[in-house]
């Protein structure tokens, strides 16, 4: 009976194998076979002829492998045994016998008396093409060596090696500048406009008051020049106890001294004056001067001004 089903697998994969003869196939490059376990009795010269079934089944299941001194040379570059848990191990098993993929497969022998077949396929860039697949076959009283066949076809079915691309599927990459990703427009009001902006003089109080007292105390200047001017054209200088003044012109000598006075006076408030708003209007504060005032005094005058400094 096992014999009739070793024969129709065989059948069948001949049969895929010619479907397959048409089309590119896969190149594969193979790990040795790991015989983790075998039964008693199993020789080496065995061991052997189970490898070379392992690649011609491979094969069968329409695969390229490469040819022998390929397959050497990238053994002997390889120089690691982590294949089994390591996919980088298979990826530069991969590149080093020029194939698109590397395949790893063990075979165990079980305490229970089964045969245990597990394998996965790697791509040169990484890529796991084929995940890990496992067949759990019994022994019975078949030959381990036929067992062990029979589950390595069943494996590389699983793995789907005949459908392997040939090649590497070229992936598009978008160019930005020629084809830009265009996010939706959303249309929105627009925002309101800025209000005005307003400066406030914090300084318009003090100039107002500074040019005020400039204007005022440069009127009182000229004001207390032509009194002391008209004074002194009346007689200013002559002394009351002098006895060349004519009794008549006393009151006039009198009238041209308090004149004078006066005049000089005005002129030095106004001046005082004018130079106060000077100060003031060049140097207007944000507090500005609240209150200014001229007061006279005996003998000259007085400026006043009031506010927070």
Do not use: H
């Not at 079915?157 to 990459?173: D, M, Y």
């Amino acid at each position: 009976m096992f014999a009739l089903k070793s024969w129709l697998c065989c059948v069948a994969f001949l049969t895929s194998a010619v479907a397959f003869a048409q089309a590119p196939k896969a190149t594969v490059m193979p790990f040795p076979l790991e015989l983790k376990r075998t039964p008693s009795g199993f020789s080496k010269e065995d061991k052997e002829a189970l490898q070379r079934e392992y690649t011609r089944i491979l094969r069968l299941a329409g695969a390229v492998v490469p040819d022998f001194a390929r397959y050497d040379l990238a053994l002997k570059e390889l120089k690691r045994q982590d294949c089994e848990r390591e996919d980088e191990c298979l990826v530069q098993l991969a590149k080093k016998a020029e194939s698109l993929y590397a395949l790893y497969t063990s075979v165990d022998y079980t305490l229970e008396g089964a045969v245990l077949v597990s394998g996965r396929v790697v791509r040169d860039d990484g890529r796991v093409a084929s995940p890990t697949e496992t067949v759990k076959l019994a022994k019975g009283r078949d030959a381990f060596k036929d067992i062990a066949k029979n589950a390595l076809v069943q494996l590389f079915t699983q793995l789907k090696i005949g459908e392997l691309p040939a090649t590497r599927p070229v992936e598009v990459v978008k160019d930005p500048v020629k084809d830009p990703v265009k996010d939706p427009v959303l249309l929105k009001d627009p925002p309101p406009p800025l209000p005005p902006l307003v400066v406030e003089d914090k300084g318009a109080g003090q100039r107002s008051a500074g040019q005020g007292l400039v204007y005022a105390g440069a009127g009182v200047a000229v004001l207390g020049g032509v009194l002391a001017g008209v004074g002194a054209g009346l007689g200013y200088g002559q002394e009351l106890s002098q006895k060349n003044v004519p009794p008549g012109q006393l009151d006039t000598v009198v009238a041209a001294q308090a004149l004078t006075t006066v005049g000089f006076v005005g002129l030095g408030v106004g001046a005082a004056t004018a130079a106060v708003g000077a100060i003031l209007w060049g140097t207007a504060v944000p507090a500005p001067v609240s209150t200014v005032s001229v007061v006279p005094t005996a003998g000259g005058g007085m400026v006043q001004f009031g506010g927070r400094f």
